[in-house]
């Protein structure tokens, strides 16, 4: 089951014409894996993120917007914060940190099956000097003790000055109702940032892109090395309604493109297969897609594809 399959289980308040306007900024930080992109999807009721079981899947600032009650919730999922070891990480937990410090609201989603332990308790030495009001998300509770989240929550809480603790499940919804009624009393009284039936700040060549790495996480996680990267080409409408879109896949060395494209193609079909049905369902329109792959030497050192990635290049 993924975060979208049962979005319909959160439920979303209704405004009246009286209700003052509400909107803000809450970034969802934490180290990687965490569920901070499964926890967005779920709050947006669709799939503005993709998820995969390979850490440091999301890359760049991601921004879901959520409509509760008379309040707009722009939700920024984060690259995942660990120990950057090479540029690329360095950048992606730049960006994490930047996108805590724009944001109205700083939430700390950790896993409470893993603790606070590792990058989690790095992440908290970090947060005592974020001047935002901050909250603190248990996820996974449905799979830990109760006097283990109370501990969990002590320990936090006695690291950090938290607002409000919040019990949530990601994947199930349970405690996201609560945490999206707070944050519609909580943040500033203002207008909507976006309009009522705007769900991403994401274009969606940069979407759909997305969405082929995903694929190609999903199927290739444990093979294909953490250093490649998809960008869409072309995105042409046809006069017929359809789309046709091509996508680079970017890898490093020519076996990495062996490995991508599987005997007598078969993966990179499989791939293209996966991506086009998801990509269509998204835009409600027949795709093309046309994948390619690409070898550049040491692109994770090229700054046009930082700018692709929404990155800044680090010095």
């Not at 803000?24 to 926890?39: C, D, E, R, Y």
């Not at 690291?159 to 990601?170: D, Q, Y």
Request: neutral net charge; proline residues 4%.
């Amino acid at each position: 089951m993924t975060a979208e399959d049962d979005a319909s289980e959160t439920p979303v308040a209704v405004a009246t014409d009286s209700d003052p306007t509400h909107s803000g900024f809450v970034a969802l930080i934490g180290a990687p894996n965490a569920g901070k992109s499964t926890l967005v999807n779920r709050l947006v009721g669709a799939k503005v993120s993709i998820v995969t079981h390979k850490v440091q899947t999301t890359r760049a600032l991601v921004r879901g917007v959520v409509t509760h009650g008379a309040a707009q919730i722009v939700f920024v999922d984060t690259p995942g914060i660990f120990k950057p070891r090479r540029r690329l990480d360095d950048a992606m937990v730049t960006t994490a940190w930047g996108g805590a410090k724009d944001a109205d609201v700083v939430a700390l989603l950790i896993d409470a099956e893993r603790g606070i332990k590792g990058d989690a308790g790095a992440i908290l030495d970090r947060l005592a000097d974020v001047r935002q009001p901050k909250l603190l998300l248990l996820n996974k509770v449905d799979r830990v003790k109760p006097e283990t989240l109370l501990e969990l929550t002590k320990v936090a809480n006695e690291r950090v000055s938290f607002e409000r603790t919040f019990m949530i499940s990601a994947l199930t919804g349970s405690g996201c109702s609560d945490f999206l009624d707070y944050l519609a009393k909580t943040l500033p009284v203002g207008p909507w940032y976006y309009p009522e039936d705007q769900i991403s700040d994401l274009p969606m060549r940069q979407l759909a892109a997305e969405v082929t790495r995903e694929k190609l996480y999903l199927r290739l996680h444990q093979e294909l090395p953490y250093s490649s990267h998809v960008e869409t080409e072309k995105w042409e409408e046809k006069k017929d309604g359809s789309v046709r879109i091509e996508q680079v896949i970017y890898v490093e060395r020519d076996s990495q493109k062996k490995i991508v494209l599987g005997e007598k193609g078969r993966t990179i079909k499989a791939i293209g297969e996966a991506a086009r049905k998801e990509i269509g369902e998204m835009i409600e329109q027949k795709v093309h897609l046309f994948l390619f792959v690409k070898v550049r030497e040491n692109w994770v050192n090229d700054p046009e594809r930082y700018r692709e990635m929404g990155l800044d290049f680090p010095g």
